[in-house]
């Protein structure tokens, strides 16, 4: 058979495929409902948060960071944070990593959300090899505000104090936004 009868085959098997084809119920998809607020503990790797400011103190540094929304503890509100931050300039570099509890005052939908929350930390400097009480076991603080942005975005302000509030550091950045 010549490749223009093939064609003509071909042709002629789509025509009739097309011709008795109808719509499946499969092919219709109707949403799941929507699900209430779960109020367990979910614990994953829900988002992150990417941030830059200043330490404030007489020698004033830049401070960047990054964090880690872990999951929920008792609900959407009350969640979980891991954070990494450097102090560069102005003397030695600071290093702080934290893990932290935050408690949102209002719900995910508010337009803007602010938040408090504490948990430990370790801080550590340049010169930490030199220093008997370094790295140091740090308690620290937290309250800022998430103010949407985008659909997947939230813009942040944070202050953190930072071993029992010796160092304070104010961060302005930008962090995912869950389940929307």
């Known amino acids: 058979m010549s490749p223009l009868g093939w064609a003509g085959v071909l042709l002629a098997a789509v025509g009739s495929a097309l011709a008795v084809a109808r719509p499946l119920p499969a092919q219709t ?20 948060g990417v941030r830059g400011g200043m330490t404030l103190k007489s020698a004033a540094q830049v401070a960047l960071g990054a964090t880690l929304d872990l999951g929920d ?31 949102r005052l209002t719900g995910g939908a508010a ?8 948990g430990p930390g370790v801080g550590a400097h340049t010169d930490c090899g030199n220093d008997a009480h370094c790295p140091a076991l740090w308690f620290n603080a937290v309250v800022g505000v ?3 942005y ?20 104010i961060y302005v950045g930008l962090t995912t936004r869950r389940g929307l």
């Open 29 to 48: 998809f109707a949403p799941p409902p929507v699900q209430p607020e779960a109020q367990g503990t979910s614990l994953g790797l829900f988002g992150f």
């Open 73 to 103: 503890l008792r609900g959407e509100r009350l969640r979980l944070r891991a954070s990494g931050d450097l102090g560069v300039g102005h003397g030695a570099d600071t290093y702080v990593g934290s893990l932290e509890a935050l408690y």
């Open 150 to 169: 985008r659909a997947a975005f939230n813009w942040l302000v944070e202050y953190h104090g930072v071993n029992l509030f010796r160092e304070g550091r």
């Open 111 to 118: 337009r803007a959300v602010p938040y408090v929350g504490a």
């Open 146 to 148: 998430e103010i949407r």
